[in-house]
């Protein structure tokens, strides 16, 4: 279910953010609800022009680029987009219509060694 929220403010304090927003290609009721949710699940209130990214997505990416490194969950070399698709069917398959455990993908991922 869908509410309206209405509020009071100065002129200047709507135009800006909604000038910026549009500049964006995004709309400014868009990021009053993105800021809501935000302030809901942290229980924080940040507003910053630098974009910065969460503590879990850099967990994550610091994670790929171990991975990166250490040669693992990579995939082989292809030198047409007929070998890549094949090799991506494969994976599907094993995944989702096998039953291949997780242990058993990463294994799988684990033994392509390529270096970027």
């Known amino acids: 279910m869908k509410t309206v929220l209405n509020i009071k403010t100065d002129v200047e304090v709507k135009e800006r953010p909604q000038a ?12 009053v609800k993105a ?6 699940e942290t229980g924080e209130f940040k ?7 969460s503590p879990l997505a850099l967990k994550e990416i610091n994670q ?4 990166v490194r250490d040669h ?3 995939s082989p070399r292809f030198t047409n987009a007929t070998d890549a ?10 995944v989702f219509y096998l039953g291949v455990s997780s242990a058993e993908l990463t294994k799988t ?7 970027i």
């Open 72 to 74: 693992k969950n990579i």
């Open 85 to 94: 698709i094949a090799w991506l069917n494969k994976i599907i398959k094993n």
């Open 109 to 115: 991922f684990q033994s392509y060694k390529t270096i």
């Open 64 to 67: 790929v680029i171990k991975e």
């Open 47 to 53: 507003v910053t022009r630098e974009p910065e990214l």
């Open 20 to 31: 910026l927003a549009k500049h964006l290609g995004i709309p400014l009721s868009t990021i």
């Open 35 to 40: 800021n809501l949710k935000a302030f809901i």
